[in-house]
Structures are given as structure tokens and as C-alpha cells.
């Protein structure tokens, strides 16, 4: 049975013990996971005064227990002082680690936050982003996956400097290969954002920064031609997980989410602002 039918399985029998999915090499090889979106308002304390999943019935009962069980005891930090709560929009990615060959167990392995009300100008905004062009390797191997970028965006609202921190696959070959796809997607991403730009935040502590540093997923997905992508909100999704890099220029500053693939499509999160996790995801 592979780790996205043990997934499905872990939602009709959820398991308590924690192993990931190995190859015979002691090597990582998929995972299946689920994204659950919503949002989450976070009072001044920094405790979670209450939290919406969207579009519930089409999250697993099994995976909506994981979420009741540790969204709500959840605590932040804030970088500056706030007087009245604060609503973030909430990424949850929910993975099914293998227990043995026919159960797996699941977890909450990362989340990410960004403003919940889309006009704050206490936060970067996106103001144009052009399409990313499929690049050529992948697409003439019909190879998808997404890649998780790291912007530093300079005051002029142009992107200065980008790295690909992950880049999950949705196929899997040899290992080679897999890092000719990995290579192939991070440079497309990359070099589509040469003509990004973002709208500073205007107020708030950031507000007199030289530059800001923002996370967005750039998604490569194959259909065919003529019909609109499915909707895939509620699916597990099985794919290789990239290794996460850290970008050379970044230096000391903190990143506040160790897992960059916890960002849902067209989610922007602004690192080093707003609210951020003091706690563990996962009570368990």
C-alpha cells in the first residue's frame, strides 16, 4: 500500500505513532499531504480567540480532528504591540506519516500566515506578477510540482533578489532526474519574477525598512488543453518533498516557518511581521 492509500486509510483509522515514508536507501521518498485553508483571529494576548476552515465539507473528519486538536492552542508572538485582535489568513498543511504498511498517522507539519483583511497597509502587497512561463525540460517530460520562493523586495517594489528555498515534485524518477526537474522548475520561477512588483507597507514597523522578505508558492501543473484545472482542495496529494534551502543572502534574519511548502496557492506571507507561532504545530 502506498503512503497516499495509507493516508486515505489514516482517515478512516487514525494511528498514534510517527514514522516517515522510507526507500530501501534510508531516503525520503513521498508524501502525501492535504492543505486546509481558513483563517484565524489572534487576540492581544497572542491566544487564538477563533479560527474558520474553508469549505469544511470537503476536509476529511479525520483531518478536521487534527486541526480542532491543536489550532485552538495555539499562541504568538507579535513584533509589535497591538491593541485589538488581529485576523490572519491560515495555510495548514496536514501530512500522513507511515506507521507501517497499512497505517499512517497524521500530523500538522507547518503552517503559514498572512494578512487576513488584503488591504492592511501594514503589510506588502502584490500590485503586478506576470505569469511564469513552463520551462522546457519539464514540460517536454510532462513533470510537475511547485516551487516555494523567497523575495527580498526593495523599496521601489521590485524584487532584488530570489531563491528557491523548496521544490516539491509530483513525479518520481531516478534521483538525477528529479534534481534536473527541481533545477529546471527553481530557475522558471525564479526568472519570471524579474518583472513582479509588489506595493510596500506604508505604515506599521516595517514601514521604514529598505526591503522586505516575502514567501510565494509559483505552481507548475499539466492538464489538458481546453479544460480548467481541477479542483484539488480536500485531495491528498502525493509528491516528493524537496529539500529546504536556506538562501545565501539571508544571513541572521529569522524565518518564521522552518516548512515553506505550507503556503497554499496564491498565498504571500511577509516574514519578519504580524503575529507568528511561540508554540509547536502539533500537540501530539
Request: hydrophobic letters at 40%; aromatic letters at 8%.
Amino acid at each position: 500500500m502506498n503512503v497516499l492509500s495509507r493516508a486515505k486509510a489514516a482517515c478512516m483509522c487514525l494511528c498514534l505513532a510517527s514514522m516517515p515514508v522510507f526507500a530501501a536507501g534510508r531516503q525520503p521518498v513521498s508524501e502525501a499531504s492535504m492543505l486546509v485553508k481558513g483563517s484565524i483571529v489572534i487576540g492581544p494576548d497572542g491566544k487564538v480567540v477563533s479560527y474558520t476552515v474553508d469549505r469544511p465539507e470537503r476536509i476529511p473528519p479525520a483531518v478536521i480532528d487534527v486541526v480542532k486538536t491543536n489550532v485552538p492552542h495555539w499562541v504568538f508572538e507579535f513584533d509589535d504591540q497591538v491593541a485589538e485582535p488581529v485576523k490572519e489568513t491560515m495555510s495548514i498543511r496536514v501530512v500522513a506519516r507511515a506507521i507501517d504498511e497499512t497505517h499512517a498517522r497524521l500530523i500538522v507539519a507547518g503552517a503559514s500566515f498572512a494578512d487576513g483583511s488584503g488591504e492592511s497597509t501594514r503589510y506588502i502587497h502584490r500590485k503586478a506578477t506576470t505569469p511564469v512561463r513552463y520551462p522546457r525540460i519539464s514540460l517536454a517530460d510532462r513533470v510537475s510540482g511547485t516551487v516555494y520562493l523567497l523575495l527580498q523586495i526593495g523599496e521601489d517594489g521590485h524584487v532584488q533578489q530570489a531563491f528557491a528555498e523548496q521544490v516539491n515534485l509530483r513525479q518520481y524518477l531516478a534521483q538525477t532526474r528529479n534534481e534536473i526537474y527541481a533545477h529546471d522548475l527553481a530557475e522558471a520561477a525564479i526568472e519570471g519574477t524579474k518583472n513582479w512588483t509588489f506595493e510596500p507597507p506604508s505604515t506599521g514597523p516595517s514601514a521604514k525598512d529598505n526591503s522586505w522578505l516575502i514567501r510565494v508558492p509559483v505552481d507548475f501543473t499539466l492538464h489538458e488543453m481546453g479544460t480548467p484545472d481541477p479542483d484539488a482542495y480536500g485531495k491528498w496529494d502525493e509528491y516528493m518533498p524537496g529539500v529546504v534551502q536556506k538562501a545565501p543572502w539571508i544571513g541572521n534574519r529569522r524565518l518564521v516557518s522552518g516548512r515553506p511548502d505550507s503556503l497554499a496557492q496564491s498565498m504571500l506571507e511577509q516574514l519578519g511581521t504580524g503575529p507568528h507561532l511561540a508554540t509547536s504545530l502539533d500537540s501530539n
